[in-house]
């Protein structure tokens, strides 16, 4: 029933945000050189940078950090943690780590050291550093449909293309092949989600070829949630059911508890053979700390056992998508370009269709999250030819991306509807004078390209 639909819980602590007024945030973001990761968060209105570990905890949660056992080995809240993840997830084996970066280097060594080829739907940055660093080479075989620039309405556009793996599986050969990884919701292309069709052929060609099946699962609830909403056979069965049909056809998982951990640090890393178990708890301890504590405290672990609980439930769940998938309907009413449909955790805007007339050299999605802060205190991230641009080593010449893209991520728990109104005219207000606005010009990158982002400094044009 339509009516009944608003958020599924009520405020008990509130957390004051401040508004401030056109002027102040010029001041603000002048001082800051024009990018956000520069600017205070104190002077933000409204925080869509990221979704990831920015979740509002519930009051069962921070009753659960009283809870927290703070012992080095052994503690209770270890065990309530061990056991949420066996019975949500359905691993035996469960190693925390400090966040999912560290259990993607965990990942990295264990199957990762002998070098070949990693194929993934689409791999996320951190476990594609730590393969490289590993000495392997990952590979991504996104369905055409799931293509960012691909506006093509699909319901799975996070799922691998099968005929382009076993066409590497027979080129290169089943032994150069160590590990395929799946990224549940593919966050590199917009949150958008796998199915449960496509995990299992994957699942069957990795058992053929007695090629190890890992899921990266930081969004793994909102990938089961879709999988019942759009997935035939799916619509009476709960998430929690899906959830453990989906990573029952893998070999163990990666997670970052700051997505659908629905807490705000920490991770861990999951597998069903006790065989490989000395080598996690080894490679924890000497990176992480005792096996039984992984780089947190006893309340975080705490508090993740209920999240893991929480993030999966469907009333939550449905007030999440819906959430996200109210902003970009919005947006697109307005004649924002965004990109379509709307995945798990953001809304992703097409700066070049945005700003046609500011070429890539002067970072169209650049100057529209500076005058998205500067309109409405709305905070959004570039990832375009800032975030993305190559350069060659020997002629120093730049490429950009294909695409220039603004991503509006949405905490979780954390904004009503009515925020997401303040964003929605905003970006529309900012749209509608589309036309006078000019581009950046970088004047600083620091000391690495591919990380430009954080450390850039721009003036305006
Ligand atoms: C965030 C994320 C990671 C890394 O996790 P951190 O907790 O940020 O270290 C890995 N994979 C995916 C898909 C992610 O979204």
């Not at 299992?200 to 099946?213: D, Q, R, T």
């Not at 879709?226 to 163990?252: N, Q």
């Not at 039984?292 to 939550?316: F, K, P, V």
């Amino acid at each position: 029933m339509k009516f009944l639909n608003a958020e599924p819980f009520r405020i008990k602590v509130v957390e004051p945000i401040k508004k401030s007024t056109r002027a102040e945030r010029e001041k603000w973001i002048e001082d800051a050189y024009y990018n956000v990761f520069k600017l205070k968060a104190e002077h933000v209105y409204i925080d869509m940078l990221t979704d990831s570990g920015t979740t509002a905890m519930s009051s069962n949660q921070w009753a659960g950090m009283m809870r927290g056992d703070e012992s080095y080995a052994g503690a209770k809240s270890y065990f309530k943690f061990e056991k949420a993840a066996q019975d949500i997830l359905g691993f035996p084996y469960v190693q925390p780590t400090h966040q999912g970066r560290a259990a993607d280097f965990i990942m990295s060594q264990l199957y990762a050291k002998n070098g070949g080829y990693i194929p993934g739907n689409m791999h996320f940055d951190s476990f594609k550093g730590h393969a490289e660093v590993a000495g392997s080479i990952p590979v991504d075989l996104i369905v055409e449909e799931g293509r960012t620039a691909n506006t093509l309405d699909h319901p799975f556009k996070g799922n691998m293309d099968v005929t382009k793996l076993k066409a590497l599986i027979d080129e290169k050969g089943k032994d150069n092949i160590p590990l395929i990884i799946m990224t549940v919701t593919c966050n590199g292309n917009g949150g958008q989600p796998v199915s449960m069709a496509n995990i299992k052929e994957v699942s069957a060609i990795a058992k053929k070829y007695g090629i190890p099946f890992m899921i990266d699962a930081a969004r793994f609830a909102e990938n089961c949630y879709f999988i019942k909403k759009r997935e035939v056979g799916y619509k009476h069965k709960t998430v929690k059911e899906i959830t453990l049909e989906m990573f029952s056809y893998a070999d163990g998982c990666v997670m970052s508890s700051k997505k659908d951990g629905m807490v705000n640090i920490g991770g861990f890393i999951c597998t069903r053979h006790k065989e490989l178990v000395p080598m996690l708890n080894l490679l924890a301890i000497v990176n992480e700390g005792f096996i039984t504590y992984g780089g947190q405290s006893g309340r975080d672990l705490e508090a993740l056992a209920i999240g893991l609980d929480e993030g999966t439930e469907e009333d939550y769940l449905e007030y999440r998508i819906e959430q996200v998938k109210y902003l970009g309907d919005e947006l697109h009413k307005r004649g924002v370009p965004i990109i379509k449909p709307t995945g798990g955790h953001g809304v992703y805007i097409d700066a070049r269709k945005f700003y046609p007339h500011i070429p890539q050299g002067e970072f169209p999605g650049q100057a529209m999250v500076v005058e998205l802060y500067r309109t409405g205190g709305v905070r959004g991230v570039e990832l375009g030819s800032c975030a993305f641009s190559k350069k060659d080593p020997e002629t120093g010449e730049v490429t950009f991306p294909e695409l220039d893209l603004v991503r509006l991520s949405i905490s979780r728990r954390v904004y009503t509807n009515r925020h997401m109104d303040v964003v929605v005219n905003s970006l529309a207000d900012v749209y509608e004078r589309r036309h006078e606005m000019k581009g950046l010009k970088l004047i600083y990158e620091g000391p690495i390209l591919s990380l430009r982002h954080f450390t850039a400094k721009f003036k305006l044009l």
